[in-house]
């Protein structure tokens, strides 16, 4: 039987109400091998159900995550923050670090990975990171607009093929990464120092990236490797 892979569902308040996931993350795993499922916002106990039945938990990009998560003030720049999709993401991501169970968390995945553990966050990084690079790409969302540098040996880099100390990513985001979660490395970052990958370093495979491997995946075919060490058991 194929992995089954829980990807969480982002949420829109606009009527009418709804989950949703864009399609290129369900193609992602589905092209890895894996069966993915759709997780929308749920009671705690019917969550828990449906993590203990899953091989492997996707968490997309999305909006900003809501500052008072992580003990700050919403800076001027925070966009826009939905409640119910943080609890998702927070809910899911602790159950599936209880299990351990593989995570790749995408974007804000990886901002709300953070979170979720114990990290905190820059909330705009055009007014708070000095001498930023542009990390919100004005071109094809395929396309790879900056360098970021992969620690040796670390889970990213065996998943992109050992060796690897240098990837050119996409980039569509304004908050990044901060402190580091406890029981958590940093595993790339770009030239300015921004955080592009996290990873867990307690041998369960969780990685998160900030770029969107997902929508690359056409024209820069290595990006797959994430999804298969996703989807393999």
Known sequence: ???????????????????????????????????PILIPHLTTKRLESIVN???????????????????????????????IWDELDITVIRKAMEREIPILAICRGMQVLNVAMGGDLIQDI???????????????????????????KSLLSKALNAGTVELHVNSFHHQAVKKVAPGFIVSAEAADGVIEAIEYVGGTKVLGVQWHPELMLNHYPHFRNLFSMLVSK
Not at 20 to 31: H, L, T
Not at 54 to 82: A, T, Y
């Open 126 to 152: 055009p007014s708070q990171v000095n001498g930023h690079i542009k990390h919100t790409q004005q071109s094809p969302k395929w396309h790879a607009t900056h360098r970021v540098t992969v620690k040796p």
């Open 1 to 35: 039987m194929e992995p089954i892979i829980g990807i969480t569902c982002g949420h829109s308040w606009q009527d009418p109400e709804r989950f949703y996931v864009n399609a290129s993350y369900i193609r992602a795993i589905e092209q890895a091998g894996g069966t």
């Open 53 to 83: 039945m899953i091989d492997g938990l996707l968490v997309p990009g999305g909006i900003d995550i809501d500052p008072l998560l992580f003990n700050d003030q919403p800076h001027p720049k925070c966009g826009e923050i939905d409640p």
